[in-house]
């Protein structure tokens, strides 16, 4: 009697851990509804390379790390961009420092042609301690500036931004809280862009969903 019960035990435990990775995967799944990867975290394919030094070697800027990581090496400036434009969408990355805690960087939205050091398009800042900070550069507009401290994780943590772009409002989340939005960004669509500028910084899980 006492084996049957520890065999009928075993097997309900075995059904319970069954379930729970279930609706772990269930909610895996919902979370990456409708986003698709820019980065695949094995290849540099659907992006272009622009640096500030004509005969830069791109391969020593950016190149792809272990689990899926793109490592920026910082120099020399410039920037790697998507060979897509984008107008309403919402993009998830993940970034960190390794090293610097005043490390600079930014995503660069709405960027346009021509490629150049630096384009005209909005940035969100990843500049600690700053990050989180939203203005345009060059001939770009904005009704406003974001202008955001402290909200960063410490050098070696990893940090999540969710970035809404929506008929020229961009709406951004910081380490999942909501940090703030300007309005009346022009132009309203363009390339997504990540920024070399100085320090090592690493960014994976680099995705976007499009509204349709």
């Known amino acids: 009697m006492k084996s049957r019960c520890a065999w009928s035990f075993c097997l309900m435990a075995a059904v319970l851990v069954v379930l729970a990775l279930l609706q772990g ?8 509804h409708g986003f698709v990867p ?14 500030d030094e004509k005969d830069a070697d791109p391969k020593k800027t950016w190149r792809i790390g272990g689990e899926g990581v793109l490592v ?3 120099k020399p ?10 107008e309403n969408y919402v993009l998830k990355l993940q970034w960190r420092y390794v090293e ?16 150049k050091v630096w384009p005209s398009c909005i940035e ?3 500049h600690n301690p700053t990050a989180g900070t939203v203005f ?8 406003n500036e974001l202008r955001v401290r402290d909200k960063a994780k410490p ?12 008929d020229g409002t961009i709406e951004v989340n910081l380490n999942g809280e909501k940090v703030g939005e300007v309005t009346g960004a022009t132009p309203g669509k363009g390339f997504v862009g990540l920024q070399s500028e100085g320090a090592e910084i690493h960014f994976r899980n680099i995705m976007i969903s499009e509204e349709k």
């Open 25 to 32: 995967v269930g909610a895996e799944e919902k979370e990456s």
């Open 38 to 51: 820019l980065f695949d975290g094995k290849s540099l394919e659907g992006w272009k390379h622009v640096l």
């Open 72 to 74: 920026c090496a910082g």
């Open 77 to 86: 400036n410039g920037y790697l961009r998507t060979l897509k434009e984008y």
């Open 100 to 115: 610097n805690a005043e490390g600079n960087s930014g995503v660069l939205i709405h960027c346009q042609t021509p490629d």
């Open 124 to 126: 969100v800042q990843l």
């Open 136 to 143: 345009p550069l060059v001939d770009s507009k904005t009704d």
């Open 155 to 166: 050098v070696g943590e990893w940090n999540s931004f969710e970035i809404t772009c929506r």
